[in-house]
């Protein structure tokens, strides 16, 4: 079955719940681990029937925004997910409580429990409106983007599209094109930061009510983060700081000299090439062909799992009008099928979101047949071990998409790994700040985004953007909005992929069974336990940032990156 024939229904609330606490009852009430294991199948058989009518949606949804049938369908599950959330930690208290906990633990692993013990601290029945509340104000921003024209030179472009003007070789045109993308922002500034400021609001008055300090404590565990904690995630950012926020400097002065500019501005960053950043030189269709051979070659695992998305058509690629920017991977449960979304625009971005996707979507088809729902995916920063990783496996093919440009995309590739490191921390310590401070007016997270900017970015310049002067480049990130807090999971995993990336050329047998094992693990264990399974330093270690950065600045340095 194909995905466009996935069938779609929506679930019936009250049938749901009756059914789901007649299965936590049935749980409660078993006399053998048999009987309890048996109520837990049919459990997660239940969670499966409804996160994939959940997930079909969602992607119908953002394949076209514009589609009257899927907006109400979305508004649907932004009202009722909490009330599945609710039905979730109910059976996890019972689970937390049962007097068979010990043969639970030695069959499905501690890692269960521990999740089943982070999500009661976060919901209780009095918190229902306010995160239906918080799904409706993120659905309203990936509305608004979801809604831009961005007229130029007579054509229209979304926030997608319009990415590839932004990596003209004309200094101009770039220019022009980023002026044009962040008017659409400051036009909708104020609804922007109303959005956002309701959000606040929101999330705190949420964690007031659970008992937490601030929305950072609710946070950390919405996120399932069970083995670190904020003082810990201080401590990596000011590794950043410290190791990679003077190689960023240089990489963007050697940039500079490359260009023949007198200063690099923030249409600039991402322009690295006097001929042109590297282009894949084919359409959708053809890259997806040389991705088949890619993957094809790379493993026998890989080329299985790449046949079943291409048969099952489980990718949706292009940019298009209605559609929601970004790109994500997730998972239709009862059909066991990964499914991925971009936007591919012409421009190198569109190999590494693939690349990074297909990541994503290899560990899920990896781990899909684990037994139990909490374990498909791992979280978050685990995740982007396996995305981030991927797009390193992948280099020796990339001259089927680049030709003989592909050395200048391995530069502007690890650069831009590199270059991205600081700005994710300022992202990270940006939502810190806003949570412990949530009477802050917008002008006041402006301000101290401007200070973040000093400390993480201080080569980032916007002569005559008075917009972006004012501290509102953040408006553009939608994580800021949606999940709050993960952002600095890609950091801590790039820390990670950059290892696989140095083990990869040393030895890529070994390599690769490592990230095939950490694959395979799911989210059986915590992310610190998965590094450690995969044979990685930790990125919290003292030395683990400054010793990578270290290797994959002396590469840059000899390939003239």
């Not at 940019?319 to 936007?343: E, H, L, M, V, W």
């Not at 008075?466 to 999940?483: P, R």
């Not at 030895?507 to 989210?523: F, I, K, P, S, T």
């Amino acid at each position: 079955m194909t995905f466009d024939a996935f069938p779609y229904r929506r679930p019936d609330m009250s049938q749901v719940s009756a059914q789901y606490r007649a299965l936590v009852r049935q749980f409660e009430q078993a006399r053998t681990i048999e009987a309890q294991n048996e109520a837990m199948n049919h459990i997660n058989a239940l969670r499966n029937d409804f996160m994939s009518m959940y997930n079909l949606c969602h992607i119908r949804h953002t394949i076209n925004t514009k589609d009257a049938f899927y907006a109400a369908e979305n508004d649907f599950f932004d009202a009722e997910m909490p009330t599945f959330e609710g039905l979730n930690v109910e059976y996890y208290r019972a689970l937390i409580v049962s007097p068979f906990r010990v043969q639970l633990e030695a069959k499905w692993g501690r890692q269960l429990f521990l999740i089943a013990e982070m999500s009661q601290k976060t919901f209780r029945p009095e918190i229902l409106e306010d995160l239906q509340q918080e799904n409706a104000l993120n659905s309203a921003y990936v509305k608004l983007k979801a809604s831009a024209r961005i007229l130029f030179d007579g054509q229209e472009y979304n926030l997608s599209s319009i990415l590839k003007l932004e990596n003209s070789p004309d200094r101009a045109t770039r220019r022009a094109a980023a002026e044009a993308k962040w008017a659409f922002y400051e036009q909708h500034s104020a609804q922007i930061d109303d959005i956002f400021h309701q959000l606040v609001m929101t999330r705190h008055r949420m964690a007031q009510k659970l008992g937490f300090r601030n929305f950072v404590e609710m946070g950390y565990a919405r996120m399932l983060r069970t083995d670190y904690n904020p003082n810990m995630v201080a401590g990596f950012r000011e590794q950043i700081r410290r190791s990679i926020v003077p190689i960023a400097t240089k990489l963007y002065e050697r940039q500079r000299q490359r260009l023949g500019l007198e200063a690099i501005h923030y249409y600039d960053e991402d322009y690295r090439f006097p001929d042109g950043n590297p282009q894949p030189q084919g359409d959708s269709e053809w890259i997806i062909a040389q991705a088949n051979r890619m993957y094809a070659e790379l493993s026998p695992d890989t080329a299985d799992f790449f046949r079943f998305m291409r048969e099952g058509k489980l990718m949706d690629l292009p940019a298009r009008d209605g559609k929601a920017p970004g790109g994500y991977c997730t998972f239709i449960s009862n059909q066991r099928a990964p499914f991925i979304f971009s936007n591919f625009n012409g421009t190198s971005a569109d190999i590494d979101v693939l690349t990074h996707e297909v990541g994503h979507a290899f560990q899920v088809y990896s781990s899909r047949d684990i037994g139990i729902n909490e374990y498909y995916w791992p979280s978050y920063e685990a995740c982007e071990i396996h995305s981030m990783s991927m797009e390193f496996f992948t280099w020796p093919w990339m001259p089927l998409f680049f030709g003989d440009a592909a050395a200048k995309y391995y530069i502007a590739h690890l650069s831009g790994a590199i270059c991205f490191l600081p700005y994710g921390a300022a992202v990270d310590e940006f939502q810190h700040l806003v949570y412990e401070h949530p009477d802050w007016t917008p002008a006041q997270r402006r301000e101290a985004w401007c200070v973040l900017e000093q400390k993480y970015l201080p080569w980032r310049q916007y002569p005559g953007n008075e917009f972006l002067q004012s501290g509102a480049y953040w408006h553009k990130q939608s994580h800021i909005f949606g999940m709050p807090f993960y952002y600095i999971d890609y950091v801590l995993a790039q820390i990670c992929a950059f290892q696989f990336w140095k083990r990869d050329r040393e030895d890529h047998q070994a390599a690769w069974n490592d990230y095939v094992r950490l694959c395979r693990a799911g989210g059986s264990k915590s992310f610190l336990e998965l590094t450690q399974l995969a044979g990685l330093h930790s990125p919290f270690e003292e030395n683990t940032v400054e010793e990578v950065a270290a290797l994959v600045s002396q590469w840059l340095q000899e390939a003239n990156g």
